[in-house]
């Protein structure tokens, strides 16, 4: 049985005429009759009833075109996905993450992308960069992102943003007074860092920043992710160098500050497999390399700075009520 017996089945059944049926088919009479008997044949049952001014359904065909219309209606369904599927726009991503991309580029690329393919369903994890890796290699995971990532031949490695680092310190601490601050002035300063594993890390990249400043860090405590830093931060332990994404952290007792001479940056990477060229895949790169993240991220920080400088007279010191 092929699928042209059903259309043409359908056809005749919705005309209730073989002459009708032909003329809407573009194919002659006879051989649409050949083929309507050939159905009934492989049914094993009479479909129509053949009258003097055209055919009527049987009980046998009545069920039969309920079931004709549904598996026409599945075969269409299934070609128009497969077509979509095939331009990038229907099917299912999976996307893992590590560290304070959640709070900042992940929202903002997961959000662009839904807007350019809806059809696409995105399924996030949080995931090391290490299982990242060999999930990719697995076959089940297609985009993970993170930072530092190592060397592999079959993994493809590309820069997403490079994101300035900021300054998160107590509302108490003497430093909260200003809001830029140099790298020279953390030198005798309590830090916190991040994370503690998954080496090489943001961690490594803070002591690099430091002794490009000239100083070895005073580290008091390292964490497992920014929000256990940033909670350390707001409890007073100390301050922590952590990238502007972090600044949507909204905690109590926290303030950023712009750090200069130099001014630190990290850069965010994503990872996926070097030999996949899946339209899906390719369109949420597109999106990820369109996106302006630097932008998002900074647009973050300066809500966040006016908040901090209602606190500040214009002198730059912290107002006595705040």
Not at 6 to 11: A, E, G, I
Not at 228 to 244: E, Q, R
């Amino acid at each position: 049985m092929e699928l042209r017996h059903l259309r043409y089945f359908v056809t005749v059944a919705e005309e209730r005429s073989f002459r009708r049926a032909s003329l809407r088919l573009h194919i002659s009479q006879p051989p649409l009759s050949r083929l309507i008997k050939q159905l009934e044949e492989q049914v094993g049952a009479q479909l129509f009833d053949r009258t003097t001014t055209g055919v009527e359904l049987t009980a046998a065909g009545e069920v039969f075109l309920e079931g004709a219309n549904k598996a026409l209606r599945i075969t269409s369904d299934a070609v128009e996905r497969s077509r979509r599927a095939a331009k990038g726009d229907f099917g299912h991503l999976e996307v893992a993450y590590y560290g304070s991309v959640i709070f900042g580029t992940i929202p903002h690329l997961i959000g662009a992308y839904r807007d350019a393919q809806p059809r696409v369903t995105v399924r996030l994890s949080h995931m090391t960069k290490d299982w990242q890796i060999r999930a990719l290699r697995d076959g089940w995971l297609d985009i993970g992102f993170a930072r530092y990532y190592r060397d592999e031949p079959d993994i493809a490695s590309e820069v997403v943003v490079s994101e300035p680092v900021v300054l998160a310190v107590p509302s108490t601490h003497p430093l909260a007074n200003r809001t830029v601050v140099p790298m020279s002035a953390l030198r005798d300063e309590c830090m916190i860092v991040y994370p503690a594993a998954s080496r090489p890390s943001f961690a490594d990249e803070v002591m690099l920043f430091c002794d490009q400043a000239g100083f070895t860090p005073r580290i008091v405590q390292e964490t497992e992710d920014p929000m256990a830093c940033l909670a350390l931060v707001s409890g007073g332990v100390g301050i922590a160098l952590v990238p502007i994404s972090t600044v949507n952290i909204r905690l109590p007792r926290v303030a950023f500050l712009k750090v200069t001479d130099p001014e630190p940056t990290s850069s965010l990477c994503c990872v996926y497999r070097r030999n996949d060229q899946r339209p899906l895949l390719s369109g949420f790169l597109a999106v990820v390399r369109a996106l302006n993240l630097n932008a998002l991220n900074n647009n973050a920080f300066e809500e966040q700075s006016r908040l901090v400088e209602l606190g500040h007279d214009s002198r730059g010191r912290r107002k006595a009520n705040i």
